[in-house]
């Protein structure tokens, strides 16, 4: 009887601290907004206290400024795949297509964000 109880709070914990597709595709969304905004800030804000610690606001705008010289504005993104922890997606700029790798933690703030060549 303690395994069965043990098992249903179990599986209540992961569905009540796990993200759901819409949770990611919201976070997709302010993302590009604020990427195509040049707006650091709102996506430094977005990021987990761990992802904030290595990767500065200095390093956002660094990083903004190189993609949007390179790249362009960031457009639509689908849904690829499930990795550990994150989710892939391609994404399509004005000049070139990334995967872009997005992780997010139980309270919604982002814990990975990589672009990688398609």
């Given amino acids: 009887m303690k395994k069965i109880l043990s ?11 796990s993200q759901t597709q819409e949770d990611y ?47 362009g504005p960031m457009g639509t993104s689908s849904f690829l795949l499930d990795e550990d922890k994150a989710k892939r997606y391609l994404t399509e700029f004005e000049n070139t297509s990334m995967i872009l790798i997005l992780g997010l933690s139980p309270d919604k703030k982002i814990t990975k964000l990589i672009l990688e060549d398609y």
């Fill in 7 to 17: 098992l249903i709070l179990f599986l209540f914990l992961q569905i009540s601290f």
């Fill in 25 to 71: 595709q919201q976070k997709i969304i302010e993302v590009t907004d604020a990427y195509n905004a040049k707006d650091a800030g709102k996506i430094f804000n977005s990021f987990s206290p761990q992802l904030q610690s290595t990767f500065t606001i200095e390093k956002v705008k660094q990083f903004l400024s190189e993609n949007q010289s390179k790249k």
